[in-house]
């Protein structure tokens, strides 16, 4: 079992940034695909970004690619959410999650077994 914490969320004004971070403990990190997922208020979860187990593999929603970026550090247990570019629409709390499914960058929900407790990121307008 994998044990994630999310941090680095905050109030922020449309147009500038954030960086995300989800460290892991439990057991060992190169083991498991990340994602980030997002919910905003009276909305479904919905997919962001993932990455596999190597990082070699990244895949993004279509909406975010060029304004987020998600990145691992294996070494220090850590999966990171780089966002660029804020809008109010982005306001939501995001979750990391793991998925010991296979060395994918998986899209949906359903393929992760473990999740945090989420941070609120809020952008201003």
């Known amino acids: 079992q994998v044990q994630l914490v999310e941090s680095g969320g905050g109030l922020v004004q449309a147009g500038g940034s954030l960086r995300l971070s989800c460290a892991a403990s439990g057991r060992t990190f190169s083991n498991y695909a990340m994602g980030w997922f997002r919910q905003a208020p009276g909305k479904e979860r919905e997919f962001v970004a993932a990455?596999?187990?190597?990082?070699?593999?990244?895949y993004y929603l279509d909406s975010l690619k060029g304004r987020f970026v998600i990145s691992r550090d294996n070494a220090g247990n850590t999966v990171y959410l780089q966002m660029n570019s804020l809008k109010p629409e982005d306001t939501a709390v995001y979750y990391c999650?793991?998925?010991?499914?296979?060395?994918?960058?998986?899209?949906?929900?359903?393929?992760?077994?473990?999740w945090g407790q989420g941070t609120q990121v809020t952008v201003s307008s």
């Open positions: 990455i596999n187990r190597n990082g070699g593999s990244t």
């Open positions: 999650a793991a998925s010991t499914g296979g060395d994918y960058a998986f899209l949906v929900d359903y393929e992760y077994d473990y």
